[in-house]
C-alpha cells in the first residue's frame, strides 16, 4: 500500500511540475509549443527521477536485523533452489523435467525479484517457509524412488500423484510471480498513462491566449 500511495504521490506531482514548466516557457519562448512541450517532458520525468532515488533510498533505509532476515530467507530459497536444480539432473520422466524446470526457472525469478526489492518479501514468504521446501523435497524423493529397479503399485501411484502436485504447485509459483510482480506492472501502467497525457499536451497549450500581432 504505501509503494502504490508513493507512486500516485510522484505521478501526481511530476505532472504538475511538468504542466507548470510548460506553460511557463510557453509564454516566455513567445508561445512557441516545442520549447514548452519539451521543457514540459523534461520537468516530468526530472522530478519523477529525483522522487524515485528518493523514495529507493528510503525504502533501503531498514533496520539492520531486518535486512538480516531478508538476507537469511533469500540464502534458504537459493539453497532449496540448487538442491531442486541438482535434482532435476536426475530426473527420467520427460513430463517431470519439464515441470521442474518450469519451477525451477518462475522461484528463481520470485527470487531475483526479492533481491531487487527487499520489501516484497512479505509477499512471499509464505511461499517461501512452506510450499517450496516441501516442492524439493518431494522432487527428491521422487526421483529416489523413480531410480528403483522394482516398483509396487502403491510407490506408481505415489509417484502419480507427486506428478500431479507438483503441477499445481508450478501453477501456485507462477501466480506467486505475478502477484510479486504487481507492483511494477501498475507503477509501468501508470508511466505509461503519464507519457500518454504529456503528449496530449500541445492541444492544451494551443488554448491559451495567443499573441497579439500574431
Known amino acids: ?9 510522484r505521478w501526481f506531482v511530476s505532472w504538475n511540475a511538468g504542466i507548470i514548466v510548460a506553460v511557463t516557457v510557453f509564454i516566455a519562448a513567445d508561445f512557441r509549443v516545442l520549447p514548452s512541450l519539451l521543457s514540459g517532458m523534461g520537468a516530468m520525468w526530472g522530478v519523477s527521477a529525483v522522487m524515485k532515488r528518493r523514495h529507493r533510498r528510503l525504502a533501503a533505509d531498514v533496520p539492520a536485523e531486518e535486512q538480516a ?11 532449496l533452489w540448487k538442491r531442486l536444480r541438482r535434482a532435476r539432473y536426475r530426473l527420467r520422466s520427460v513430463a517431470m523435467w519439464q515441470t521442474v524446470s518450469r519451477l525451477s526457472a518462475v522461484v528463481d525469478r520470485i527470487i531475483r525479484a526479492v533481491e531487487q526489492k527487499p520489501h516484497q518479501l512479505r509477499l512471499a514468504q509464505s511461499f517461501f517457509l512452506n510450499e517450496w521446501p516441501t516442492a524439493v523435497e518431494m522432487v527428491e524423493k521422487y526421483v529416489y524412488l523413480s531410480q528403483q529397479p522394482v516398483q509396487s503399485a502403491d510407490m506408481a501411484e505415489a509417484l502419480r500423484e507427486t506428478e500431479r502436485l507438483l503441477g499445481e504447485l508450478t501453477e501456485a509459483a507462477e501466480r506467486q510471480l ?3 510482480l504487481s507492483s511494477d506492472v501498475w507503477s509501468l501502467q501508470t508511466e505509461a498513462k503519464v507519457l500518454e497525457q504529456s503528449l496530449q499536451q500541445p492541444d492544451r497549450l494551443h488554448l491559451l491566449p495567443a499573441k497579439k500581432g500574431e
Open 69 to 79: 532476515y531478508v538476507r537469511s530467507q533469500l540464502r534458504e530459497a537459493r539453497a
Open 1 to 9: 500500500m504505501k509503494q502504490l500511495l508513493r507512486t500516485i504521490w
Open 178 to 180: 505475478l502477484e510479486v
